[in-house]
């Protein structure tokens, strides 16, 4: 089992930055890709951001240019720096991984990012 947990949200006004981390645990051989997702009320939940273990990158149009993902191999941890916040960007952001060779999925439980107008 992997166990994830996220901190770094809040609430923030339009334009302010967030950085969020993503901290795995447990039976770890592995991490493949680390992402980020988040889910707005009423809506879908949507990737906004992945980074493959070798560090390749890939964002959601919508916030290509203002979010950048990280991560620390060594420490199991995945971040994601939000700058130019907007409103639109309010939501849940969850974590997901992949483990090990047969790519078993995790997700943390979220963390709430509100931007302000």
């Known amino acids: 089992q992997v166990q994830l947990v996220e901190s770094g949200g809040g609430l923030v006004q339009a334009g302010g930055s967030l950085r969020l981390s993503c901290a795995a645990s447990?039976?770890?051989?592995?991490?493949?890709?680390m992402g980020w997702y988040r889910q707005a009320p009423g809506k879908q939940r949507e990737l906004v951001a992945q980074?493959?273990?070798?560090?390749?990158?890939n964002y959601a149009d919508s916030v290509k240019g203002r979010f950048t993902i990280s991560r620390d191999n060594a420490k199991n941890t995945a971040f994601l720096q939000m700058n130019s916040l907007k409103p639109e960007d309010t939501a849940v952001y969850y974590c997901?991984?992949?483990?090990?060779?047969?790519?078993?999925?995790?997700w943390g439980k979220g963390t709430l990012v509100t931007v302000s107008s």
């Open positions: 997901k991984v992949s483990v090990g060779a047969g790519n078993m999925h995790y």
């Open positions: 980074i493959s273990r070798g560090g390749d990158t």
């Open positions: 447990g039976s770890i051989f592995s991490i493949n890709t």
